[in-house]
């Protein structure tokens, strides 16, 4: 009897390639009918799409934390969306001060400074105890233990968050320097969002040169291709794991501030959707890959703002921008289907 498997094959990549050209006609099909139509002007498509480039950046540095993990342990931390909102829930205490005290306009400067140090040290601290008593222990274990110990952890904290700092969102007080635009290249662009994107990029810049440039960030590389051998060589895996929680949780810290500034508020359920959307933008990039987060992030924020009125604008569906969440969930199915290892992924390495 023949061995009919390479048939079956054929026939699965046959569906495959059905499903990717029935895609590329609903977007030409939906995005013609939109640009046709004229129904958004220049001004409002350049709009979307900055505000998506300054989302996309939050989607950014939460996903590096998804992807430092993930590129040392192997392992998806759940609970990594809960560590951006506690380091965004305690800073909002400090940020009302501020602005009841008036300190938050008078010294814009060093109020945001301090209110960035206090998330940013928030969540780290959230993330080394979260490494020390969740994962540490299950590091040997197999890999769908600590997948569930992760979502019990998330679920863990913002509980805890929400019975502390109680259940009502917060409005994040107004910064009078970051109220207005910047003309940018002659783009005008509001300022909150000229301080995402510029601070995503410098927080890039600093996490490449550290893991490129610095003995430690040499250590982290060594005990992401092999714990064992990297042990042998002198390396303290314990603490370069820890390292690698601290600096995911300092990232997600300022992403939470961030976050605030773009939307004006907090609450202790922010961490999931944003979370989510971020381990989306992360394996949309290449999880495991540091530049793979920040592209992921930001192709993930343009697509979010822009998709819904791009492809289902022309079908006059009304506020297609409600269905956002679907197209940052349908771009994650479809990066499963296509292009599993990302934009800029790699094969994972033996363990």
Request: charged residues 10%; proline residues 4%.
């Amino acid at each position: 009897m023949r061995f009919r498997l390479p048939q079956r094959f054929n026939l699965v990549s046959t569906i495959l390639w059905g499903l990717r050209i029935v895609v590329a006609v609903l977007v030409l099909a939906g995005s013609w009918a939109t640009l046709s139509s004229g129904k958004l002007t220049p001004d409002a498509w350049r709009e979307l799409i900055v505000f998506g480039i300054a989302q996309g950046s939050v989607y950014g540095l939460i996903a590096l934390g998804y992807t430092l993990v993930y590129g040392v342990l192997f392992m998806i931390n759940f609970a990594h969306g809960d560590v951006f909102m506690t380091g965004a829930m305690t800073a909002f205490f400090v940020a009302r001060n501020f602005g009841e005290s008036g300190f938050i306009n008078a010294n814009p400067i060093v109020a945001l400074l301090i209110i960035f140090a206090v998330s940013m040290l928030t969540s780290m601290l959230v993330a080394i105890v979260l490494e020390r008593i969740a994962y540490r222990p299950l590091r040997r274990a197999p890999r769908l233990v600590p997948l569930i110990t992760a979502i019990g952890a998330s679920l863990f904290i913002s509980n805890s968050i929400r019975g502390i700092y109680g259940e009502q969102s917060q409005s994040y007080p107004s910064v009078t320097a970051l109220q207005g635009r910047l003309d940018l290249f002659g783009i005008p662009i509001l300022k909150t969002q000229a301080l995402v994107i510029a601070s995503a990029i410098v927080l890039m810049i600093a996490l490449v040169y550290f893991v490129e440039r610095t003995r430690t960030g040499r250590a982290m590389r060594a005990v992401s291709e092999d714990k064992d051998v990297a042990a042998l060589m002198g390396i303290n895996v314990d603490r370069i794991i820890v390292t690698t929680f601290a600096v995911g949780g300092l990232l997600a810290g300022a992403a939470g501030v961030l976050y605030a500034l773009v939307f004006n508020e907090v609450d202790w359920f922010m961490g999931f959707l944003p979370g989510i959307k971020a381990f989306t933008a992360a394996v949309l990039g290449g999880i495991g890959n540091i530049a793979g987060a920040m592209v992921g992030g930001l192709t993930l924020g343009v697509l979010e703002s822009v998709g819904p009125f791009l492809l289902l604008g022309g079908a006059n569906v009304p506020s297609p921008n409600q269905l956002r969440d679907v197209i940052a969930f349908t771009v994650l199915v479809l990066v499963l289907i296509f292009r599993p290892n990302g934009i800029l992924g790699r094969s994972e390495p033996g363990r």
